[in-house]
């Protein structure tokens, strides 16, 4: 997955701050807010200003449908990162099913980030959700008993 195409201003908006620029990715929300996600773009001769707003075009899969958020680039040492406005808290979204177990990967996840479960459909077993707790690049749910292969939760992961 990557950044497709890259629109760096508009045409005729010289020195207006901030900047509006524009990504076209295949990526995740959670892949483009990991550190140094516009390294390879600044590498490539890209030049991105602090604050700027960035329009980005991410997917949750392959085949998912395309998303929109806006967020704003941050220089923080040798690294250019996408940084969530106040407007795009949502991290991530999704739908998962249990394979005997419920800790999924989810790249750049922080323990402080808030984790919301919903039940779908409570599988073969019958279970509940007791609780879901973010940790370093995982979601973990916790069930009252085994969730077999087949329960099904939504997520969605704020940053606050």
């Known amino acids: 997955m990557s950044i497709l195409e890259i629109k760096l201003g508009s045409t005729g908006l010289v020195d207006v701050k901030p900047r509006v620029d524009y990504l076209l990715t295949d990526n995740t929300v959670a892949e483009i807010l990991i550190a140094g996600y516009l390294n390879h773009a600044v590498d ?50 999704g739908q998962y099913t249990t394979v005997g177990g419920a800790a999924i990967t989810i790249p750049g996840l922080a323990a402080t980030d808030l984790a919301f479960v919903q039940m779908v459909d409570n599988g ?25 292969g087949n329960t099904i939760v939504n997520y969605q992961i704020l940053r606050p």
């Open 44 to 93: 490539q001769g890209y030049f991105f200003n602090q604050g700027d707003l960035v329009c980005v075009v991410t997917k949750s899969s392959p085949t998912a449908r395309q998303d929109s958020g806006i967020y704003q680039v941050d220089h923080n040492g040798a690294n250019w990162n996408l940084i969530p406005t106040t407007s795009s808290l949502l991290l991530t979204a």
């Open 124 to 148: 073969s077993n019958n279970v509940t959700i007791i609780n879901a707790v973010a940790t370093t690049d995982t979601l973990t749910i916790t069930f009252s008993g085994d969730p077999a």
